[in-house]
Nanobody, 119 residues
């Protein structure tokens, strides 16, 4: 089992920045690919970004490419998402997830953290 706890969400103006964190406990963090997903009101959950077990490979949704950066610190069992140039359409609950590459069907999910971007 892996437990995931997100933090760092909040309210920010358009153009601003936030950094989300996801603390993992349980089985070896470095055994899993990690990623971020989000769900806006009335919409399906969507992929945002993923990172390989070593951190050497990263992949982003087109909607966030160039604005968001995913990273991980395996020594601290923590996943991050740096979000810059935020837009109102980035408003959603953000979830971290863990599982095998390519993370199309994660084994583990966090409880989510709310990000609200005002215009």
């Amino acid at each position: 089992q892996v437990q995931l706890v997100e933090s760092g969400g909040g309210l920010v103006q358009a153009g601003g920045s936030l950094r989300l964190s996801c603390a993992a406990s349980g089985r070896a963090f470095s055994n899993y690919a990690m990623g971020w997903f989000r769900q806006a009101p009335g919409k399906d959950r969507e992929f945002v970004a993923r990172i390989s077990r070593s951190g050497g490979s990263r992949y982003y949704a087109d909607s966030v490419k160039g604005r968001f950066t995913i990273s991980r610190d395996n020594a601290k069992n923590t996943l991050y998402l740096q979000m810059n140039s935020l837009k109102p359409e980035d408003t959603a609950v953000y979830y971290c997830a863990a599982g095998p590459v390519p993370l199309t069907n994660p084994n583990y999910w966090g409880q989510g953290t709310q990000v609200t971007v005002s215009s």
